[in-house]
């Protein structure tokens, strides 16, 4: 079983930076694919970003496209969410999530694609 653990949430005014870590546990951190997703208070949670096994291909929400990056440290059980410019409509609950992949390429955009899911952590951008 893994787990997620999401921090580096917080309040930040528009169009500051905040970077989100997500630490995994109780696997093997290498064969997964992980990604970040949001919701926001009275919407469905929506696909941020992906990133691959190796950390060599990652996908963003056309959303967040030139402002956030998605990067992970294989060596560190850690994959990361750097915001930059951020907008109100940033703010949302940010979760973490890890699905097993048997092929080097493969990155995943779909909620019911992903098998393990942190708890969450909020990011408020006031304006």
């Known amino acids: 079983q893994v787990q997620l653990v999401e921090s580096g949430g917080g309040l930040v005014q528009t169009g500051g930076s905040l970077t989100l870590s997500c630490a995994a546990s109780?696997?093997?951190?290498?064969?997964?694919?992980m990604g970040w997703f949001r919701q926001a208070p009275g919407k469905e949670r929506e696909f941020v970003g992906t990133?691959?096994?190796?950390?060599?291909?990652?996908r963003v929400a056309d959303s967040v496209k030139g402002r956030f990056t998605i990067s992970r440290r294989n060596a560190r059980n850690s994959v990361y969410l750097t915001m930059n410019s951020l907008k109100p409509e940033d703010t949302a609950v940010y979760y973490c999530?890890?699905?097993?992949?048997?092929?080097?390429?493969?990155?995943?955009?779909?909620?019911?694609?992903?098998?393990?899911w942190g708890q969450g952590t909020q990011v408020t951008v006031s304006s």
């Open positions: 990133i691959n096994k190796d950390g060599d291909t990652t």
């Open positions: 109780g696997g093997t951190f290498t064969t997964y694919v």
């Open positions: 999530a890890a699905s097993p992949s048997y092929v080097r390429s493969y990155y995943y955009m779909k909620e019911n694609e992903y098998r393990y």
